[in-house]
């Protein structure tokens, strides 16, 4: 099964997720076997902005790749025939170096080490938020294009974050934040324009690889936006329903 | 030390089967000494009768007293005649001491030469006279020294075998009982390959591990069952789930759904609620099945309650609640550092969630014997002592609880990260309040 669906076509805006119309769509290959889950993907990154098409088998994902290129994976890991990170290994054997999120029901931590031993950028497990599901492609993007880069002073719009020196600054005036704040701020701010989920957050700043049942991410935001105000000046932030924040930078 | 235990019961047999064997040992001596007196008291008897045959007149005795003295047969034996006023008449040997009539057993005391031990027959003859006849019953010198070091040697052997027996089984039984024990520790830790070891000499042991291990290849096989129950609930259920989930998220941007947009995200909620049960029971069945400890690395415990005491900080604030963190010394364990923040965590947001506006919480870890003892501590209602241990099961939510939110899976996850920990989780009364330790084991 295989089928195109263009960014022209697909409803528009998810979250605000879409992306700048005079762009080029960055191209996405679903390998999913579950062919709904597949279409309702489509339809999904279509909206947020991609060119997306879907392949079912393993194998034929594989010979795909060999002769069209793509921008991201998403490889489903249970697949027919080829279990996915089979194909991801046969993939980076034959020096394919896109990037792959591998999407997965099994989230065990052996298996999520297996994954990204075996090549992965990144591991999302089923089910997850579409808005999740973008970032993390914006994110393994961004890791390709400059996996040097300093990412200890970072800015977007008026707010300029440094992580080493503890300094925060907005509209050039400091702004007293604790360190907890400051690493939250410097992941919202790394991704403005970009939904970051409350999951990511937790992983990225409190390094937890689990969602607690209180909010802890949103009573910190809460905090930052308070210390971040500036009479006159719009919030920083914003908060996208259900799914997480959003720095409008 | 109770008799039930083995090595007491080792240390009692030995302990008996050596009294018995120096009483045994001690009887065969004093028999022996008892069947030679026999012995010497029977000839004493014999020669004496010979001697005063007849009843012959003193001077006929004497004549005798030389006669039986010349005779080889006789020349072991000691004669003394003396007269009614203590007179030497005849015989070859002096008593300084006098004996009783009839039988005794004389010694060194009585200075005959050559003599250690011996048998003396006093008779009494019908005119005063006194006939004393004495046999040695020690022949050789130091024969009872060599006597004791021969029943000494021999009971002592059997002894020596006895006990390196003994010994040699109870190491026999004890070897059989540590293999039972170390692949039963394996199971707890996870290791549901480990099996006895089977050496092929057949016997009670034997069947008694091949019993054991075919006990463990079915809880496997059962385990092996449940984990692919899980793995197949994970995926079969997580596809139709995410479908779900995405179906509503696409429903929610379109602008003919602005209507019901209250019951979509009412939706959204439900389904995501779905799904933090569904990830709860994984992370339970992942935690239990032991993969993570290959993370295992040494953490601070007062980093990690100041970590996870400041990640709560704004909601406990949020809540009215009061965060204390006891001050404590620093104590390491060996472990995961995100599960233990997890399971502090949990039980961090169960004392908000459980407990009034105001209730103070405390975070403390100290050492406990040879343990580190984590405890969250509050001021609210507690749980009553009837009631702790369904607290502590899988979907065991108390009455007081069920309109909070939660799905009784946090502290049965504490307790499964505190089992991969080698620790323990213990609910107990702080007077007002709940106290709930977990106890992990210290690393040095």
Redesign the interface.
Same mark, same amino acid.
């Given at each position: 099964m295989r089928k195109r669906t263009a960014a022209a076509q697909a409803?528009p /805006?998810?979250?605000g997720l879409r992306m700048d119309e005079n762009a080029s769509p960055l191209s996405v290959l679903v390998v999913e076997d579950?062919a709904?889950?597949a279409q309702?993907?489509a339809?999904?990154l279509g909206?947020a902005g991609y060119q997306v098409e879907i392949e079912a088998d393993g194998r034929a994902a594989i010979d795909l790749v060999a002769v069209r290129p793509f921008d991201v994976i998403l490889l489903d890991r249970?697949l027919p025939a080829i279990d996915g990170v089979d194909v991801l290994k046969r993939l980076r054997r034959e020096q394919v170096d896109v990037p792959v999120i591998l999407l997965t029901?099994?989230?065990?931590?052996?298996e999520r080490v297996e994954g990204l031993d075996a090549g992965a950028d990144d591991y999302i497990?089923?089910?997850?938020?579409?808005d999740e599901l973008v970032a993390r492609i914006r994110t393994v993007l961004r890791r390709r294009v400059s996996p040097n880069a300093d990412n200890s002073t970072v800015s977007a719009g008026d707010v300029t974050v440094s992580l080493l020196r503890h300094r925060v600054t907005r509209a050039g005036q400091p702004i007293e934040l604790h360190k907890?704040e400051i690493k939250l701020l410097a992941e919202l701010v790394r991704a403005a324009g970009s939904v970051v989920t409350r999951a990511m957050l937790l992983e990225k700043v409190?390094?937890?690889?689990?969602?607690?049942? /209180?909010?802890?991410v949103d009573?910190?935001i809460?905090?930052v936006r308070l210390k971040l105000e500036v009479p006159g000046l719009p919030d920083p932030i914003a908060t996208v329903?259900?799914v997480g924040y959003m720095f409008r930078g | 030390m109770p008799l039930r235990s083995l090595r007491a019961m080792v240390i009692a047999f030995i302990a008996m089967l050596s009294l018995a064997t120096l009483l045994t040992a001690a009887a065969v001596y004093f028999a022996l000494m008892g069947a030679i007196d026999v012995q010497v008291d029977k000839r004493l008897e014999r020669e004496a009768a010979e001697l005063l045959e007849g009843n012959p007149p003193v001077a006929q005795l004497v004549e005798r007293i030389a006669g039986e003295m010349r005779r080889r047969d006789s020349a072991d034996i000691g004669f003394l005649l003396r007269a009614p006023d203590g007179k030497h008449l005849a015989g070859n040997i002096v008593l300084p001491a006098p004996v009783p009539p009839g039988i005794s057993t004389i010694g060194k005391e009585q200075g005959i030469a050559g003599l250690t031990r011996g048998q003396a027959l006093l008779t009494r003859l019908p005119g005063g006279a006194a006939l004393t006849l004495v046999a040695e019953s020690e022949p050789i010198e130091h024969h009872d020294a060599q006597r004791l070091r021969i029943l000494a040697a021999g009971f002592g052997t059997i002894l020596l075998l006895l006990i390196a027996g003994t010994w040699a089984l109870s190491r026999a039984i004890t070897a059989r009982i540590d293999r039972l024990r170390t692949t039963a520790e394996s199971i707890v830790d996870g290791d549901m390959q480990a099996r006895v070891p089977i050496d092929g000499l057949g016997g009670p042991f034997e069947r008694q591990a091949e019993a054991f291990n075919h006990m463990l290849d079915r809880i496997d096989a059962l385990m092996v069952s449940l984990t692919g129950i899980s793995?197949d609930i994970?995926?079969d259920l997580?596809?139709p789930?995410?479908?779900?989930?995405?179906?509503i998220?696409?429903l929610a941007?379109?602008p003919e759904a602005e209507a019901v947009r209250g019951e979509i995200?009412a939706l959204?909620?439900q389904n995501?609620e779905i799904?933090?049960m569904f990830?709860a029971i994984?992370?339970i069945t992942?935690v239990e099945?032991g993969?993570?400890r290959?993370?295992f690395a040494r953490i601070d415990l007062g980093d990690l309650i100041e970590e996870a005491g400041?990640?709560?900080d704004?909601?406990i604030?949020?809540?009215g609640h009061v965060l204390t963190i006891a001050p404590g010394e620093p104590l390491a364990v060996e472990g995961d550092?995100?599960l233990l923040?997890?399971a502090l965590?949990?039980l961090i947001?169960n004392a908000?969630?459980h407990t009034p506006p105001g209730t103070r919480i405390t975070l403390g870890v100290r050492r406990h014997g040879d343990l580190a003892r984590l405890t969250v501590r509050d001021d609210g209602p507690g749980i009553p002592e009837e009631a702790r241990t369904h607290a502590l099961r899988r979907f065991g939510r108390l009455e007081a609880s069920r309109n909070r939110?939660?799905h009784g899976l946090?502290l049965p996850l504490v307790q499964a990260i505190a089992r991969l920990h080698h620790g323990t989780l213990e609910l107990a009364d702080a007077a007002p309040g709940l106290a709930v330790h977990l106890d992990l084991p210290l690393v040095p």
């Open positions: 409803q /805006t998810v979250s579950d709904e889950l309702l993907l339809e999904q909206a249970m029901a099994l989230g065990r931590l052996a497990v089923k089910p997850f938020e579409i907890t409190w390094g937890y690889d689990f969602v607690p049942t /209180t909010n802890i009573a910190y809460r905090r329903r259900g | 793995n994970a995926h997580r596809t789930l995410a479908r779900l989930h995405g179906r998220q696409a941007v379109r995200e959204a909620a995501g799904l933090q990830a994984l992370r992942e099945g993969d993570r290959a993370l400041a990640a709560l704004p909601v604030e949020e809540s550092a995100r923040a997890q965590v949990n947001e908000v969630n939110p939660g946090g």
